[in-house]
């Protein structure tokens, strides 16, 4: 299968730079469908890291494209009531017409996040049981069967309408690197997602993940491997990485130095490299490349030629164009 590159809508930095209104999100995800992208996708959080609402947001981004997959990176589903979540998820997955990828994740041990919860009325210590069982839940309801649940939420011969286009409801992709994080993915998802500091550790974690799937009786080629990574370009490497670390410092209120140790980035120039890792990676069962990108960045990759302009529709053209910046990206990281 050859690999598949997303990519991640602005949410967060718009709110940043006090810009919230949604219609140029939804123009941005046109324009990465044109220019050859996989997938669209949306982070979440509700005061940590304020930005849209994801599944609202991409409702709207399923309607205007056709093509491209829609997917969350990373859900926080303990944040919400999980009746009302596979509500919402089935309706989006029949907006999307099964386009529909549900990225999760259990949340960061942070200060401010701690406090989202908080304001949520969440305890943050049951976030992990919450998240489970909370699937598990959608799951069944996503059946469209009666369903009796007494856990930690009470249901009595509940059927949800709709259920989702696809039958049994969207795949589900869970991040996190820690041995637990691992084991669940293993266990109970459909893939992995991660934001690996480099491709290396990200094979060897995968080859544990697949490990895992198999020993439970799953079939570990069923699942499948991602990894995030935030990408910043430009001719001058010091200058990339001074923006780069502004970013990550500015995004996450965190030292650059820390989220650079734990998350995969690359900064650096765009002009061809050599072309290291990327059969490695596809031996390695990489299939979906997803870029924090920002729309310089963009503007930069088609101007040097790494994107194709938007009015080819030469769709391998584009797609070409996108594995040979793949290559690069993941070289430098193959690298660090």
Wanted: hydrophobic share 40%; net charge neutral.
């Amino acid at each position: 299968m050859s690999i598949r590159i997303g990519y991640l809508l602005p949410t967060r930095e718009r709110i940043m730079a006090g810009q919230p209104q949604a219609a140029p999100l939804l123009e941005l995800a046109e324009r990465a469908e044109r220019l050859g992208f996989d997938s669209v996708w949306a982070g979440d959080s509700l005061l940590a890291r304020p930005r849209n609402e994801p599944l609202t947001l991409l409702a709207a981004v399923a309607s205007r494209v056709r093509r491209v997959d829609v997917g969350t990176a990373v859900l926080l589903p303990a944040l919400r009531n999980p009746v009302l979540l596979a509500h919402q998820v089935a309706t989006l997955d029949q907006v999307a017409e099964g386009r529909l990828i549900l990225g999760v994740g259990i949340a960061a041990d942070v200060p401010n996040i701690r406090q989202e919860f908080t304001a949520a009325g969440v305890p943050f210590e049951k976030r992990v049981g919450r998240l489970l069982e909370g699937l598990r839940l959608a799951r069944s309801l996503w059946s469209g069967k009666p369903v009796d649940w007494d856990g930690r939420w009470k249901v009595e011969h509940g059927v949800l309408g709709p259920t989702p286009y696809r039958q049994g409801g969207p795949p589900i992709w869970i991040g996190g690197s820690l041995p637990a994080s691992l084991d669940r993915a293993g266990r109970f998802f459909d893939g992995w997602l991660p934001i690996a500091p480099d491709a290396d550790q990200w094979a060897r974690l995968w080859d544990e993940v697949k490990e895992i799937a198999r020993t439970t009786g799953r079939d570990p080629n069923a699942l499948t491997g991602a990894i995030y990574v935030t990408v910043i370009t430009d001719e001058d490497r010091s200058r990339d990485n001074e923006r780069l670390n502004a970013y990550l410092e500015q995004y996450y209120g965190q030292p650059a130095a820390v989220m650079r140790s734990r998350q995969a980035c690359y900064a650096g120039p765009i002009e061809p490299k050599r072309m290291r890792r990327h059969r490695q990676r596809r031996r390695d069962g990489l299939r979906c490349f997803m870029i924090e990108l920002r729309e310089t960045e963009i503007d930069a990759l088609i101007r040097n030629g790494l994107l194709a302009a938007e009015n080819r529709h030469d769709y391998d053209s584009v797609q070409s164009a996108l594995y040979a910046f793949l290559d690069r990206a993941l070289g430098e990281l193959g690298d660090a």
